[in-house]
Every structure is written in C-alpha cells, then in structure tokens.
C-alpha cells in the first residue's frame, strides 16, 4: 500500500477505535491509538498474511501482547476484510467475538489470546522457534512500555536471543504512561534499548508514529540476521485526540458522546 | 515382587518412542531434562528439544506458541514449579486457548522425598483440575503411564499429567486396556472400597491385600484420570454396602478425595468416605516412605482407615 495510503488507514483505524470505545461504553483507547499506526503498517504492508485463509499456513503471525489495545487489533481485522466493519461497534459487548482482550477462538485472525501482560512475547519466542524449524512464517508482537516491567518479558527476551530467533521481531510501544502514571514514576523502565541489547538483541528506536520510519524498520528487522529485532518505537499515548494524548487518564476509559464527537472530527471522520 | 520403575522414567521412554513416531512432536524443559527424564528425547532428538532455563513461565509461553504454529509440546519440569510458578501461564495461555500442549509434571507430591516442602507439590491437582478443558491425569505405574502419555500426544488439547519421583511397582500388563477417564478396578470387594490415584496405588493394594487376610473385602480402583473423573465407577461404589477411602499424595482439599465427594453430593449419595492425603498442612524432608506413613497415606494407614470404615458401616447399617 502507498504511504499516504497507509497514513489514511492509520487515521481511519483510529477513528474505528473511538468508535468501538464509545459503542462498547468500555475499553482501552490511549494505548490503541499510540499503537495505531504500527498495527496499519503491519496489517496493511509487511505482514504475509490472507483475509480469507485466516489460519493460513506459513503465513507471518501478530502477538497483541498488549492485549488490552485490542480497539486498534480488531479495528485492523475489520479494515483487512476479516470480519465487517459494522461488527466493531459490538465491542465488550455480551456475546460479541470482540472480547475485552482478544480471544483467538472467538475471531478469525488473531492469532493468540492475550490481555495478561508479559505473556504474548513468550507465546511469540515459541512461534519463532516454530518458524525456525519449519523454515517459513515471520513473527511480530507489539509489548506496551509498561508490559516489560513484568519479568516473563525478559524471560521471553533472553530466550529469543539464545535461540537466534531472526524471525521475530518485537515492537515496544513506548508512550511513557500506564494506568498509575509515568512509567517513571510508576517503576522506571528506560533504558529500554540497553536494556534489549543487553539480552542480545538487534535494536531499532524509531518515531513511532512516522509510517517511513516504521516501514523502514520492520524491513530491516527482516534483513537482521540471527538474532531477534526489537523496535522501540517513540510514541504518545491517545495519539490524534487532543484531549487524549500524553493523558494516563485515558488508559482505560471510554469517552461519552460529545468527547466522541469531538475526537472523530479531529480525526478527519464524522461521527 | 514386581519390578519398580519411577513414572518418570516411563515419560522418557514414551518421549523417544513418540518422537520416533510424530515429527511434529516437540519437547521442552526448564534446565531438569536429568531429572524429568525429557533429556531421554533430548539425545535422540536434539533439533527438537528446547531448553527454557531455569524460567517455567517462559518454558510454558514458549510450548504454547510451538503447539499453536501446529507442535504437539511437551512441557516438562516439577509440578511444584510447572503449576505454582507458572499457574497463570497455564491458566490463560494454555487452558483458556485450548492449546495443544501436554503439561508433563514430574517429582509431584511426598514422594519427592528430601528436598522438602518447597519441592513437594500437594495441590497440582487442585490447580489444574479447576480449569476449563484441562484434561488430568495421574498414572501409577510405569505400563499406564505411558499408555496415557500416548494417548496424551494424541488428543487435541491440553493435558497434565502428574509423574512421580520415586520408583514404584508395575502393577498393569501390556496388554490391559488404560482408558482416559475411565477407572480401572484391580480388585473386587464389597465391605469397602479404596479409591486411589498415581503412585500410592501399590499401598491401596498391599493394603487390600492384608485387610483380606483378616477377612475384609476390599475393592481397589485406580483413578488414574481426575478430570474427566469417572462418575459411574464412583456412583457404582457409592451405592454399596461399604464406605469409600480415597487416597493421594496430595492435599485432601481439590484432589480425588473432592472429586469423588462432588460426584456423590451431586448425586445425592451419602456413603461415609475417609480421605486420606495430607491435612491442612504442607510437607517435609524425609525418606518418601517415612513421609506417606508420617501423613496417613502408607499401606498400614490406609489399612487402619478401612478397618475403622468397615466398623462404623457395621454398627451404623445393623438392624
């Protein structure tokens, strides 16, 4: 997809993410919309993937190890074809295939069930490890800031590097904030590309939310010979809804329908 | 006298025979393939063994993603840190997913003997019996134990099964059929039935054997599946003359002693059942057979509850 094309999805992916938060009166949207542009980039651009052959073999796989952006994951499925758009506003809803955190057995195209942090990058070494063996298949997983404070995370680091797991790649959202705070406040987690290069891996700090930067990394993660990549990816949490961005406020909290109104428009779409 | 081989040297050798069967089979542990015995696969077939080190919750998290790129994982290390340490792991990576991996738990109750009680496991049972679409399973002897490891491999989904330490008698032939979910009566009786799973089977039944020698008749059943339990075979005890002992190395909270008491309140049943296992407290160094005499769960306890079990069906039931 071309980049303007790709930076119209990010901005359509995140006005579907307002409006599954807003639908739902539940939900995540900070942290979907700080990951919003690297979820586009993967869904629409690097990842071999197919809409109508969900469990494909061979295909590349996405661990939402931050599960609880899954406004941003299902807004992705939807925008890709692999379930209709109108299903989005079905969000938390009882009965809904788009659970609180994502369930691999209630929606085609995810590709592991997430939302207990630190467990999604562990699940990814194994698909890696799997991909190896098979010698097909790339896997990407997306950790929040916060998520790598809990220590499975490094764990999984440690393992992906023995390993020489070149076909993984891990994107860290780096926005700064969780649900207590700064994460410098909260238990600090910087410097986080130290800290995986330390354990051995290939490390790409990027702008998180420049499509070329974020293109250009994910392809030279796929160049990146035996060892595994990390992207830490600069960001802003609600990035795109003024009220939002930079505010941990808005970690986990649903907007009501003038706040709605307002986010969409500033997001280019009409509510 | 039969011959002793530890359940988890059964693991081992189903291991190598699995791997030589499927090559999507895939084994994996956390720095104890001595001890599990997964180091059996591990020297027939290195590509597809996987050391996690000394972390169980990235050892659980890693088979997880294996079993779902189309693996059948085997995971391996001490219950105590495969359903402790890593409950969680298993709890929604694992079980919530349905994910194709076999959770393979070795040095599980007393029978871990010395290292004490921070090695000896008494509620894995507890732990994974609780959990949705987790199969469970707790082998006696060395011919069961590899039948169920196969049988394991071969359905789709999560399974734990509990291995022992300790060697102990080879009570099955290979010729007897070993079923998941389906209990196995080694000996007939009616003034009581003994209730038994995984390595305490072999002093159910020397202790069946010396209640018959003073004249009472034990029937023996081997529950070496705790989840699917077994209701007919309970029911079908339940309904008898006698009273029910169950026995475990295991707390008596969550383990087969629950189990079969849910079954008979469910079904309305109220025959007296003595559970033996370990009481509310956790366990301790010993030699493994001083510590099932210590809590209850020898030949001789198990004997002595019977006998009590009979005397109060007696004076209870009589005219």
Known sequence: MEITKLKEMAQTIRQDIIREVYSGNSGHPGGSLSCADIVTALYFEVMNIDPNDPAMKGRDRFVLSKGHAAPALYAALAERGYFPREELTTLRRMHSRLQGHPSMNKLPGVDMSTGSLGQGISVAVGMALASKLDGQGRVYALLGDGEIQEGLVWEAAMSAAHYGLDTLCAVVDHNGLQIDGRNDDVMKVNPIDEKFKAFGWNVICIDGHDMQQILDAFEAAKQCKGKPTAIVAETHKGMGVSFMMDNAGWHGKAPNEEQARQAIEELGGVF | ?319
């Open chain 2, 1 to 319: 006298m039969a011959d002793k081989i530890a359940t988890r040297d059964s693991y081992g050798r189903a291991l190598v025979e699995l791997g030589a069967s499927d090559p999507n089979v895939v084994v994996l542990d956390a720095d104890l393939s001595g001890s599990t015995k997964s180091g059996e696969f591990k020297k027939a077939y290195p590509d597809r063994f996987f050391n996690a080190g000394i972390a169980e919750c990235d050892l659980m998290g890693m088979a997880t993603g294996l079993a779902f790129s189309g693996k059948t994982a085997f995971a391996s290390t001490f219950a105590m840190f495969a359903t402790g340490r890593a409950y969680e792991i298993i709890r929604n990576s694992i079980a919530y997913t349905g994910a194709n991996v076999k959770i393979c738990a070795t040095h599980a109750g007393l029978s871990v003997g010395e290292d004490g009680a921070s090695h000896q496991c008494l509620e894995d049972i507890s732990l994974m019996r609780g959990l949705p679409g987790m199969t469970v399973l707790d082998p006696a002897d060395d011919v069961s134990a590899r039948k169920l490891i196969k049988a394991a491999a071969e359905m789709q989904g999560p399974v734990y099964i509990r291995l022992g330490r300790a060697a102990v008698p080879v009570v099955y032939s290979e010729d007897d059929d070993i079923v998941i979910g389906k209990a196995v009566k080694l000996r007939e009786g009616s003034d009581v039935t003994i209730m038994s799973t995984g390595n305490v089977l072999s002093e159910a039944l020397a202790a069946a054997d010396q209640l018959a020698e003073e004249g009472i008749r034990a029937a023996v059943l081997d529950f070496h599946t705790i989840k699917p339990i077994d209701e007919a075979a309970i029911i079908e005890a339940a309904k008898g003359d006698g009273g029910i002992v169950t026995v475990e190395d295991h707390f008596v909270t969550g383990g087969l002693g629950s189990a079969v008491a849910e079954v008979m309140a469910k079904q309305g049943l109220g025959c007296k059942v003595k559970m033996l296992g370990a009481q509310d407290r956790f366990g301790e160094s010993g030699k493994p057979g001083e510590l099932y005499k210590e809590y209850g769960i020898d030949a001789a306890s198990i004997k002595q509850a019977a006998t009590e079990l009979c005397a109060w069906t007696k004076m209870n039931t009589a005219p």
